[in-house]
């Protein structure tokens, strides 16, 4: 095909969602893949902490000061560990965190930002990753006004599926 011919992109608001786990690592790959093809394009990096398990936190650490910013600087952490140090220079990204029902807070983010894609992973391992990437991915794919990709994990790591 004659590279002259092929269609721009719709995808450029891409937003990667993450648990952090591994099938959140995972999909990772494709919204990197999918960002460094289209080099105007936004990559937005989403991490939802359930509401219920900040309320938990914050009550057993409430004589804690700044309990939202301790927060915020860990998860910042964790996201320039995992995903911010792969990221090529030059790129737009955006990481951000919400607090909140796990498919509605990013559904709600998604329409907010004008996402053109979303990006998750399926069957998380952790007690938040069976929630956000289960029963969630699908009210994800249901619901969202834009397209979605859902990465099995078995996918990813190239296991025939």
């Not at 509401?51 to 301790?70: G, R």
């Not at 998604?110 to 990753?129: N, Q």
């Not at 956000?132 to 990813?156: D, H, M, N, T």
Request: hydrophobic share 45%; aromatic share 8%; with cysteine.
């Amino acid at each position: 095909m004659n590279p002259a011919a092929v269609p721009q992109s719709r995808f450029k608001r891409i937003l990667f969602c993450t648990d952090f786990s591994e099938s959140a690592d995972a999909a990772f790959d494709f919204a990197l893949d999918a960002a460094i093809r289209r080099p105007d394009s936004t990559l937005y990096l989403l991490h939802v902490i359930h509401e219920p398990d900040a309320q938990y936190w914050k009550s057993q650490l409430a004589e804690v000061e700044n309990i939202n910013a301790e927060a915020k600087k860990a998860i910042d952490a964790k996201v320039a560990a995992a995903y911010l140090s792969r990221i090529p220079k030059g790129m737009d990204v955006k990481a951000e965190f919400r607090i909140g029902p796990d498919a509605a807070t990013i559904l709600e983010f998604a329409k907010a930002a004008h996402v053109d894609v979303i990006i998750l992973g399926r069957h998380g391992h952790s007690s938040v990753g069976k929630a956000l990437f289960g029963s969630v991915a699908e009210k994800i794919v249901r619901k969202a006004e834009c397209a979605v990709l859902v990465v099995p994990l078995s996918y990813a790591k190239g296991a025939p599926g």
